[in-house]
């Protein structure tokens, strides 16, 4: 057999150990992909002492918000735009380490239906997942970038970052935001609704204008009474501004008054084609954006707006830093969310330290890397019972509930649809509807959950019994072993029969389940 070509290093600190380029290439090396409504933007970088050294960047116009059609589908022309750019991209990203690369979605990715074949046939051709994030996660991920791209800066900003479909708004304090908030408006999609060919342009410019107002109206209020000293764009429309005031000799600060002097360029010349200093990809979408500029302005009043050159993408990769460097903000949203609902601690522990167990005995060899199924169970443990604050009735229903409905900073909208559903399951009849809404490994970890709340129903410190699992068949349906001291259940008869209705019960979900006396 032929043994593959490898480059040799030479020796020595500059790499660290690796030997073959191929090795340090996937090892140090970190990569977003966001996949945005008008641009997908794909950055590779290294760590550099806490600040990121940029490799390589791509951008590509694809403007997915442009395919969003009726029924949640995208049309066939921008699904084959956007899935060519993929293969590209996909050439670039195949040497980064899997754990080392985050691809997300935004707003045109939240708005597809869940029947459409889109982000299946993305991920196929990316051989990796596509997180799909809400718009506060996406408002703090942006933060995130431009708050390191500013350093340790004391003053309290307000961020604007006008995207495709969406406008993340941000006003935070060094690395840390105070308000997030994401609106139903972005360059692409104010175009769309105003700036058809054809249209009276003053009066499109007044229309979109006042429509984001209309949007901005409901946060006003709450943002000026926080309170900022600077403001700072972020992305496209941004930066597009910046260009066309320095070809039109108005400096690089953006005004209302600038803003104007641009509106009247585009009317007097009917259109931003040539528009000085416009990057041709962006003169399809430009008025949408500087109309939800101009509309920031009558109603924040700030004096002017800095630019930065980092965004979503470099928050991204400092939120892949933090989670490789076990500092996660996950962790730190499930244990907010446990004081906010006063969870039992020492339940869920006792609950957690079981799951896992029988996690390592019946999952080890499951898959490659196991550690994302780990984690997503230990969340949904210590998450178990926050439905009791709301009622001990049903509570594993209004746990879920929550789960599915409210802001989890640094989840995905796919992890906390699983965290959801986890919970869900963790305790009662199950329906065979859950086959349908997980993948089949979150409804054996569902089992691992209902298992383990089984065995410390009684809310006990004392010792838990010795169990051992094992799983007999990893299929469809799965065949999962449980082995239990008998003595202990002589002493807890209850235990006992609850594990005996789990037979039927996880029948129900295409799991075998077997109890047997050890």
Same mark, same amino acid.
């Given at each position: 057999?032929?043994?593959?070509?490898?480059?040799?290093?030479?020796?020595?600190?500059?790499?660290?150990?690796?030997?073959?380029?191929?090795?340090?290439?996937?090892?140090?090396?970190?990569?977003?992909?966001?996949? =945005?409504?008008?641009?997908?933007?794909?950055?590779?970088?290294?760590?550099?002492? %806490?600040?990121?050294?940029?490799?390589?960047?791509?951008?590509?116009?694809?403007?997915?918000? +442009?395919?969003?059609?009726?029924?949640?589908?995208?049309?066939?022309?921008?699904?084959?735009?956007?899935?060519?750019?993929?293969?590209?991209?996909?050439? /670039?990203? /195949?040497?980064?380490?899997? +754990?080392?690369?985050?691809?997300?979605?935004?707003?045109?990715?939240? &708005?597809?239906?869940?029947?459409?074949?889109?982000?299946?046939?993305?991920?196929?051709?990316?051989?990796?997942?596509?997180?799909?994030?809400?718009?506060?996660? +996406?408002?703090?991920?942006?933060?995130?970038?431009?708050?390191?791209?500013?350093?340790?800066?004391?003053?309290?900003?307000?961020?604007?970052?006008?995207?495709?479909?969406?406008?993340?708004?941000?006003?935070? +304090?060094?690395?840390?935001?105070?308000?997030?908030? *994401?609106?139903?408006?972005?360059?692409?999609?104010?175009? /769309?609704?105003?700036?058809?060919? =054809?249209?009276?342009?003053?009066?499109?410019?007044?229309?979109?204008?006042?429509?984001?107002?209309?949007?901005?109206?409901?946060?006003?209020?709450?943002?000026?009474?926080?309170?900022?000293?600077?403001?700072?764009?972020?992305?496209?429309?941004?930066?597009?501004?910046?260009?066309?005031?320095?070809?039109?000799?108005?400096?690089?600060?953006?005004?209302?008054?600038?803003?104007?002097?641009?509106?009247?360029?585009?009317?007097?010349?009917?259109?931003?084609?040539?528009?000085?200093?416009?990057?041709?990809?962006?003169?399809?979408?430009?008025?949408?954006?500087?109309?939800?500029?101009?509309?920031?302005?009558?109603?924040?009043?700030?004096?002017?707006?800095?630019?930065?050159? *980092?965004?979503?993408?470099? %928050?991204?990769?400092?939120?892949?830093? %933090?989670?490789?460097?076990?500092?996660?903000?996950? $962790? &730190?949203?499930?244990?907010?969310?446990?004081? /906010?609902?006063?969870?039992?601690?020492?339940?869920?522990?006792?609950?957690?330290?079981?799951?896992?167990?029988?996690?390592?005995?019946?999952?080890?060899?499951?898959?490659?890397?196991?550690?994302?199924?780990?984690?997503?169970?230990?969340?949904?443990?210590?998450?178990?019972?926050?439905?009791?604050?709301?009622?001990?009735?049903?509570?594993?229903?209004?746990?879920?509930?929550?789960?599915?409905?409210?802001?989890?900073?640094?989840?995905?909208?796919?992890?906390?649809?699983?965290?959801?559903?986890?919970?869900?399951?963790?305790?009662?009849?199950?329906?065979?509807? @859950?086959?349908?809404?997980?993948?089949?490994?979150? @409804?054996?970890? =569902?089992?691992?959950?209902?298992?383990?709340?089984?065995?410390?129903?009684?809310?006990?410190?004392?010792?838990?019994?010795?169990?051992?699992?094992?799983?007999?068949?990893?299929?469809?349906?799965?065949?999962?072993?449980? @082995?239990?001291?008998?003595?202990?259940?002589?002493?807890?008869?209850?235990?006992?029969? $609850?594990?005996?209705?789990?037979?039927?019960?996880?029948?129900?979900?295409?799991?075998?389940?077997?109890?047997?006396?050890?």
């Amino acid at each position: 057999m032929t043994r593959p070509i490898v480059t040799l290093l030479p020796l020595g600190p500059r790499y660290n150990g690796y030997r073959t380029i191929e090795e340090l290439t996937s090892s140090t090396q970190l990569a977003a992909l966001d996949l =945005g409504s008008n641009s997908f933007h794909l950055l590779i970088a290294q760590e550099n002492q %806490g600040r990121i050294h940029v490799i390589d960047k791509y951008k590509e116009m694809v403007r997915l918000g +442009e395919g969003l059609i009726a029924g949640g589908q995208l049309s066939k022309e921008v699904t084959d735009r956007a899935l060519k750019c993929l293969g590209r991209m996909a050439q /670039r990203i /195949r040497p980064i380490a899997r +754990e080392n690369l985050r691809i997300v979605g935004t707003n045109t990715l939240r &708005q597809i239906s869940s029947h459409s074949t889109f982000v299946f046939q993305a991920e196929e051709i990316l051989g990796h997942p596509i997180e799909i994030i809400s718009g506060r996660e +996406e408002a703090r991920l942006i933060y995130l970038g431009v708050s390191h791209d500013l350093g340790d800066n004391a003053n309290r900003q307000l961020v604007i970052d006008i995207g495709g479909g969406s406008t993340e708004l941000i006003v935070g +304090e060094q690395f840390s935001p105070i308000m997030l908030e *994401s609106l139903h408006m972005g360059c692409v999609s104010m175009t /769309r609704k105003h700036f058809s060919s =054809g249209s009276d342009l003053a009066l499109a410019f007044e229309q979109a204008i006042n429509d984001a107002l209309i949007e901005l109206e409901p946060v006003a209020n709450s943002y000026l009474k926080a309170g900022w000293q600077q403001v700072i764009g972020a992305s496209g429309t941004i930066n597009s501004v910046i260009s066309v005031q320095m070809a039109m000799g108005l400096g690089t600060q953006i005004s209302f008054e600038t803003l104007h002097s641009i509106q009247q360029q585009i009317l007097r010349h009917n259109g931003t084609h040539g528009l000085p200093g416009l990057p041709d990809e962006r003169v399809a979408v430009f008025a949408g954006g500087l109309a939800i500029l101009i509309a920031i302005f009558k109603t924040f009043l700030p004096q002017s707006i800095e630019a930065s050159q *980092s965004a979503l993408r470099e %928050g991204v990769i400092h939120d892949l830093i %933090g989670r490789k460097r076990d500092f996660d903000i996950r $962790d &730190q949203t499930v244990s907010n969310l446990c004081e /906010r609902f006063s969870v039992d601690k020492q339940q869920a522990s006792r609950v957690k330290n079981t799951a896992l167990a029988l996690f390592a005995q019946t999952f080890n060899d499951w898959q490659p890397n196991p550690e994302p199924q780990r984690r997503l169970l230990a969340w949904a443990t210590d998450l178990h019972e926050i439905g009791m604050d709301v009622s001990h009735n049903a509570y594993h229903k209004h746990g879920s509930y929550l789960l599915s409905h409210m802001d989890m900073p640094g989840f995905s909208r796919t992890e906390q649809a699983h965290l959801a559903s986890l919970v869900g399951m963790h305790r009662r009849k199950l329906h065979p509807a @859950v086959l349908e809404r997980n993948p089949y490994w979150v @409804v054996k970890l =569902g089992v691992l959950l209902r298992l383990a709340a089984v065995v410390h129903r009684h809310r006990s410190r004392a010792t838990a019994p010795v169990l051992t699992a094992r799983m007999l068949d990893h299929g469809k349906p799965a065949t999962i072993e449980l @082995v239990i001291d008998e003595a202990y259940l002589v002493e807890h008869p209850l235990t006992k029969l $609850d594990l005996e209705n789990e037979v039927s019960l996880l029948a129900a979900i295409d799991i075998r389940f077997s109890l047997r006396l050890g």
